[in-house]
Nanobody, 111 residues
Framework: VQLQASGGGLVQPGGSLRLSCTASGFSLDPYGIAWFRRAPGKEREAVLCITEDADTTYYLDSVEGRFTISRDNAKNTVYLQMNRLKPEDTAVYYC?????WGQGTQVTVSS
């Protein structure tokens, strides 16, 4: 049973990245999935989540309108599309569901 987060990297301010969170060993179908992030020197914070019915809840006002979460149950994967990235979005991003956490993927927004 594993969650694999990927897609992070270095991007300039205003750029975009798409993170993926793929489950193995269990089906994501019945579960909501959330993305958290931990910025350097800060506590981990919830970013947004998607329900089993594909409804989105934002936990950070700063990402609403820039970040979009979606799911592809056929691929057992959830995506986090991040647009108009800002330096303050720099963090390790984690996905979590059903008591499992992915290993995190680093997103760095810098010129």
């Amino acid at each position: 049973v594993q969650l694999q987060a990927s897609g992070g990297g270095l991007v300039q301010p205003g750029g975009s990245l798409r993170l993926s969170c793929t489950a193995s060993g269990f089906s994501l179908d019945p579960y909501g999935i959330a993305w958290f992030r931990r910025a350097p020197g800060k506590e981990r914070e919830a970013v947004l989540c998607i329900t089993e019915d594909a409804d989105t809840t934002y936990y950070l006002d700063s990402v609403e309108g820039r970040f979009t979460i979606s799911r592809d149950n056929a691929k057992n994967t959830v995506y986090l599309q991040m647009n108009r990235l800002k330096p303050e979005d720099t963090a390790v991003y984690y996905c979590t569901t059903a008591g499992h956490w992915g290993q995190g993927t680093q997103v760095t927004v810098s010129s």
